[in-house]
């Protein structure tokens, strides 16, 4: 069966510079697959890779399309959600709002499988803060404002890059609940964590990069056996 997204041989490089060096990665339809490394290791280049947000040479397919060429709002449109670590939310513009941009024009093709009354249910506090300018809000509001805001695009996979870092257990908690239920709801996910907070209970498979290489792709249960891989790339164990 065709993946839904298929990584063959990527480079990539900010400017002169090469990060990537040969990348290989295939994401099924409904799988979440953690992505664990040293800092820079190449993950957070390769999220950016995928939504064409740096150079690159090799091959990407996404659904059966390729994303070579693509611009960073048609890889959006293609069904790919993205909340890079930065947060990036619009910091002017209020809750509500940041919100309603997310939402992505019904095609009629299917139900969308999370919704604004979603959003509000697992993170009660963007109702309350709904009319407070996203710039006012707390490290974890912000979280979980990029988290809802990318999965109201209904996207078909969710690329999220270190969802929690720096936040507080409760904050993390509720993120965690939201990745879940994408996941019962068959989108897939690409989550990158250098400690796999999150990863470790929603993940079933694990690839480690390092030096921008993917050095291990298994099992959770397989990369738990692999002291020497945890040693040596992260620095565990």
Avoid at 16 to 29: D, F, T, Y
Avoid at 65 to 84: C, D, H, M
Avoid at 142 to 155: E, H, N, T, W
Avoid at 162 to 188: D, F, I, N
Wanted: proline fraction near 3%.
């Amino acid at each position: 069966m065709t993946p839904l997204l298929e990584i063959r041989d990527l480079c990539a490089w900010y400017g002169a510079s090469q990060a990537l060096h040969g990348v290989n990665l295939r994401i099924e339809a409904g799988e979440a697959v953690a992505l664990a490394g040293r800092n820079g290791s190449g993950r957070s280049t390769l999220a950016k890779a995928i939504m064409g947000m740096v150079r690159t040479q090799g091959a990407m397919c996404f659904a059966g399309k390729s994303l070579e060429g693509q611009r960073t709002f048609e890889i959006a449109r293609l069904g790919i959600g993205y909340v890079p670590e930065q947060r990036d939310v619009f910091p002017t513009l209020t809750v509500r709002e940041n919100l309603q941009l997310g939402i992505k024009p019904r095609n009629g093709k299917r139900a969308v499988r999370f919704s604004l009354d979603d959003a509000h249910t697992l993170f009660p506090v963007l109702r309350e803060r709904a009319r407070t300018k996203a710039g006012a809000l707390s490290g974890g509001e912000q979280q979980m404002l990029s988290v809802a805001r990318a999965l109201l695009g209904d996207p078909d996979l969710v690329v999220i890059d270190e969802p929690a870092e720096g936040l507080a257990g409760q904050v993390v908690a509720q993120l965690a609940g939201a990745l879940k239920l994408l996941r019962e709801r068959g989108v897939s996910l690409l989550l990158i964590e250098q400690r796999l907070v999150i990863a470790d209970r929603i993940a079933s498979r694990i690839a480690v990069m390092g030096h921008g290489e993917i050095v291990f792709d298994g099992t959770l249960e397989s990369f738990r056996r692999r002291a020497d891989v945890m040693q040596e790339w992260l620095g565990v164990g």
